[in-house]
């Protein structure tokens, strides 16, 4: 399997935590211990980006996260936690996420 992973920085944007966009998801993390503060972490930064995206006050964006959100353990390890929160980009209704940079993105790794 192989991998293409491009990193950009957009300027004026606080995230406390990493924010990652794939094809499919839009993608929150959290790391720390125990776990159950990496998980808090990663949908708090998730229902504030959702809140975000969709103009939804935060807590429509808590119940949206609530109920489609899934949350993979990404590193157990280490004796610090990570854990993902993923939203399918499905409920964005259409919605590009930091004006379609993602898109952007990979059409120039195509190219």
């Not at 929150?28 to 998730?46: L, V």
């Not at 157990?76 to 209704?93: E, F, G, Q, R």
Request: proline share 5%; charged share 20%.
């Amino acid at each position: 399997m192989d991998s293409v992973i491009i990193l950009d920085l957009v300027k004026d944007v606080v995230t406390p935590w990493p924010r990652i966009e794939s094809d499919d998801f839009i993608i929150t993390t959290g790391s720390a211990k125990p776990m159950e503060d990496a998980f808090r972490i990663a949908h708090t930064q998730m229902v504030f980006w959702i809140a975000e995206i969709l103009g939804l006050s935060k807590m429509d964006a808590y119940q949206l996260v609530a109920q489609v959100a899934t949350t993979p353990v990404a590193q157990a390890v280490d004796s610090v936690y990570t854990i993902t929160c993923k939203v399918p980009k499905t409920y964005l209704n259409g919605v590009q996420v930091y004006g379609g940079l993602h898109e952007r993105l990979r059409d120039a790794e195509i190219a």
